[in-house]
């Protein structure tokens, strides 16, 4: 399944849900992401957390995730969220969560 999307400005982030699935579009300085909306230590969702270059910090404990690879650092959670690709047109993003 794909969704088309707005772009969002820049160091924001947006909770979506795509087929059923927590996403969050991140836009950090201009590239857009989409992750996983949950921290894989305690299972919060991951939208109130700052973007600071291509990581997000989760909001409870403070774990930074990779938003191009999700991969977690620190060493609360060795475990990676998931990423989703996007295709960007114009002002149009499509998330594709096909195959994930
Ligand atoms: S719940 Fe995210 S770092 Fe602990």
Redesign the pocket.
Same mark, same amino acid.
């Given at each position: 399944m794909t969704k088309t999307q707005k772009k969002i400005p820049e160091n924001t982030t947006l909770p979506l849900i795509i087929d059923g699935r927590k996403i969050l579009l991140c836009n950090a300085n201009g590239t857009h992401y989409a992750i996983e909306n949950n @921290?894989?230590?305690?299972? #919060?969702p =991951?939208e109130r $957390?700052r973007i600071r270059g291509n990581f997000i @910090? @989760?909001? =409870?404990? $403070?774990?930074r995730f990779n938003l191009e690879t999700g991969e977690?650092m620190?060493q =609360? #959670?060795k475990k990676a969220i998931q990423t989703y690709p996007i295709e960007e047109k114009g002002d149009l993003l499509t998330i594709n969560i096909l195959n994930i």
């Open positions: @921290c894989s230590h305690q299972d #919060t =991951l $957390g @910090c @989760c909001p =409870l404990h $403070g774990v977690p620190g =609360l #959670t």
